[in-house]
């Protein structure tokens, strides 16, 4: 029986709201802070730590089927389910549903339809964000998704392949993809206006961001796979890595 096939996964996140903390909670983040500028920068990232943020989509992509899908909390939603994503290119689904519903979603369709998980930077913040989300909400993860650093057989972290486990500098996601032709998936939106985006209701924008970065992954792990696969030990002389056959969708 074949391996279910890699999937790439990018999420994005926002900040809880500052008054929505304790107040010793602010009193803690903010005793560093020197003046307004840095009090108003702790408050502005917010998004990045799992304790005051949240996930608000995390997307999913196969990156040799060319199809995925999309996990978004909205709160408009009462009866979370997967749909087709209407205005998306190649074959993707959209989940709709609460921060707890979505998380619980992912765990579930990548204990039983991932192989490889593929990320850029997800053993420093995708991963250990939907850990930590998911435990502060009542979800059980269902993979380690920070397993043994020295393998890209449970999670290949693309920017851990491409610094050599931190020998060389990183750089970031959008240099790489301009490196190999690759489109960037930051034209329409970045990762700074998602909050704001979030707050004013642009739920599918965020979505086919999400989705884009997620699609530019998949790419770039197509693109890397035969170095990879040599770091690993998984290649033969003068073979081609081996490709796991189809998964369930998306």
Known sequence: MAQPSPLAVDIETVGIEWDELHPEVQDYLLRRARDDDERQRVKDQLALHPGTGRVVAIALWRPYEDRGGVLVADPSVREPRWTPFAGVDGDAQIFRGSEREILAE?????????????????????????????????????????????????????????????????????????????????????????????????????????????????????????????????????????????????
């Open 106 to 250: 992912f765990w579930r369709y990548v204990s039983q339809h991932a192989g490889t998980l593929v990320t850029f930077n997800g053993r420093s913040f995708d991963g250990p964000f939907l850990m930590i989300r998911s435990a502060i909400l009542g979800v059980t993860p269902t993979r380690n998704l920070v397993p043994y650093r020295y393998s890209f057989q449970d999670h290949c972290d693309l920017a851990e392949v491409l610094s050599f486990y931190g020998v060389r500098q990183r750089n970031s996601f959008l240099f790489w993809c301009h490196q190999f032709g690759i489109a960037s998936p930051k034209q329409a939106m970045d990762g700074s206006a998602v909050g704001a985006a979030y707050r004013e209701g642009r739920i599918d924008d965020i979505a086919r961001y999400c989705l884009a970065d997620a699609r530019a992954t998949a790419e770039l792990y197509r693109r890397l796979e035969p170095m990879i696969a040599v770091m690993d030990g998984r290649a033969a002389a003068g073979g081609e890595p081996g490709h796991p056959g189809p998964s369930a969708s998306p």
